[in-house]
């Protein structure tokens, strides 16, 4: 079966609807494509791109080299989560792949996975190898969150003991050369049965990061696995995907963090996590105002303060849903 990017084929002959969000990546974004063109090869696929409000020429762009190809250019930035739903309201495909635009496609991966998939009806979800830019395996597939990690990866706990944070973080690790189980895997490839992403899709109150921990987990509580495949392969340049504002990242991905606290972890955990978390943000406020930069203190107070707000004031805070609708993010 040759791949397919066209209006004739309906759900039931094509085997994938991939999904891309894109926000101001345009070459990345096009050499992404290119790959899955050249390396997909022997199944039924459609490429569905959602741009969230891309000012870099993305969207006519593919429309000049990709006539055929389904894009859908939202007039504002709507974050990771809705713009896959998006994609997923109109894919015919009988998978879904969540891809990222700042990856390339090797030989055959996406049809490995389909394959896996297919056979497999107990998975949900399937992952792959994903290397960097420059050669390295990226550790993409972990543990559900939980307290554990959390002391693991604290920074205090890495200065006074780096030898022991190593060791213990290393005994957890998942070891992505090894196909295996997981708990969940990142978001930057991940295929999913297209039957049940229908059942919610993605989280939209998650604007960006931790959408992928989430459906794993409801997927691994519907009783379905998650797999990752080390036989396929993809290359990952991490972080091109992503603006540029790294504080405004670290922020959504702060609250982003405490949405998946405030619905999985239980009510204990999750007051204590709450604590853990607005103590660190009044430690980074307080080292804010005594030593950083003018230039910076600014954003970085309002950084520690909204975080503050965030966890007693609920999910839809103002300071969220400004955050969210000021400034680019990817």
Same mark, same amino acid.
């Given at each position: 079966?040759?791949?397919?990017?066209?209006?004739?084929?309906?759900?039931?002959?094509?085997?994938?609807?991939?999904?891309?969000?894109?926000?101001?990546?345009?070459?990345?974004?096009?050499?992404?494509? #290119?790959?899955?063109? !050249?390396?997909?090869?022997?199944? $039924?696929?459609?490429?569905? =791109?959602?741009?969230?409000? /891309? %000012? +870099?020429?993305?969207?006519?762009?593919?429309?000049?080299?990709?006539?055929?190809?389904?894009?859908?250019?939202?007039?504002?930035?709507?974050?990771?989560?809705?713009?896959?739903?998006?994609?997923?309201?109109?894919?015919?495909?009988?998978?879904?792949?969540?891809?990222?635009?700042?990856?390339?496609?090797?030989?055959?991966?996406?049809?490995?996975?389909?394959?896996?998939?297919?056979?497999?009806?107990?998975?949900?979800?399937?992952?792959?190898?994903?290397?960097?830019?420059?050669?390295?395996?990226?550790?993409?597939?972990?543990?559900?969150?939980?307290?554990?990690?959390?002391?693991?990866?604290?920074?205090?706990?890495? #200065?006074?003991?780096? !030898?022991?944070?190593?060791?213990? $973080?290393?005994?957890?690790? =998942?070891?992505?050369?090894? /196909? %295996? +189980?997981?708990?969940?895997?990142?978001?930057?490839?991940?295929?999913?049965?297209?039957?049940?992403?229908?059942?919610?899709?993605?989280?939209?109150?998650?604007?960006?990061?931790?959408?992928?921990?989430?459906?794993?987990?409801?997927?691994?509580?519907?009783?379905?696995?998650?797999?990752?495949?080390?036989?396929?392969?993809?290359?990952?340049?991490?972080?091109?995907?992503?603006?540029?504002?790294?504080?405004?990242?670290?922020?959504?991905?702060?609250?982003?963090?405490?949405?998946?606290?405030?619905?999985?972890?239980?009510?204990?955990?999750?007051?204590?996590?709450?604590?853990?978390?607005?103590?660190?943000?009044?430690? #980074?406020?307080?080292?804010?105002?005594?030593?950083?930069? $003018?230039?910076?203190?600014?954003?970085?107070?309002?950084?520690?303060?909204?975080?503050?707000?965030?966890?007693?004031?609920?999910?839809?805070?103002?300071?969220?849903?400004?955050?969210?609708?000021?400034?680019?993010?990817?």
């Amino acid at each position: 079966m040759m791949p397919a990017d066209t209006q004739s084929l309906t759900s039931s002959t094509m085997d994938l609807s991939i999904a891309i969000v894109s926000y101001n990546t345009k070459e990345v974004l096009l050499d992404c494509i #290119r790959s899955i063109h !050249a390396h997909t090869t022997t199944i $039924a696929f459609e490429v569905l =791109v959602v741009d969230n409000d /891309s %000012q +870099d020429g993305t969207v006519a762009v593919l429309q000049e080299v990709y006539p055929d190809m389904r894009v859908i250019a939202n007039q504002d930035n709507r974050g990771f989560a809705k713009a896959v739903n998006q994609a997923l309201a109109v894919s015919r495909g009988r998978h879904v792949l969540l891809l990222n635009s700042d990856t390339i496609i090797k030989d055959q991966a996406l049809a490995t996975m389909v394959a896996y998939l297919d056979d497999h009806p107990d998975v949900g979800a399937v992952s792959c190898k994903q290397w960097t830019g420059d050669g390295h395996l990226s550790q993409t597939c972990f543990p559900f969150p939980s307290i554990r990690d959390h002391l693991f990866y604290w920074s205090l706990f890495q #200065r006074v003991a780096p !030898a022991m944070q190593m060791a213990a $973080a290393a005994t957890h690790a =998942v070891d992505c050369t090894q /196909s %295996q +189980d997981v708990d969940w895997a990142n978001g930057a490839c991940l295929m999913v049965r297209r039957s049940l992403l229908q059942l919610g899709g993605l989280d939209e109150a998650f604007f960006m990061y931790f959408e992928d921990v989430d459906l794993c987990r409801r997927l691994r509580q519907q009783g379905y696995r998650v797999r990752h495949l080390a036989e396929a392969e993809i290359v990952h340049f991490i972080g091109r995907s992503s603006g540029r504002d790294r504080e405004r990242l670290q922020l959504v991905w702060e609250l982003s963090r405490i949405r998946y606290i405030e619905k999985h972890f239980s009510p204990v955990k999750r007051w204590l996590m709450k604590w853990w978390i607005g103590g660190g943000a009044g430690w #980074r406020l307080a080292q804010t105002m005594w030593c950083a930069p $003018a230039a910076q203190r600014r954003m970085r107070t309002q950084r520690c303060l909204t975080t503050i707000r965030r966890l007693w004031s609920g999910p839809q805070s103002v300071e969220q849903a400004h955050v969210y609708s000021s400034g680019p993010l990817g």
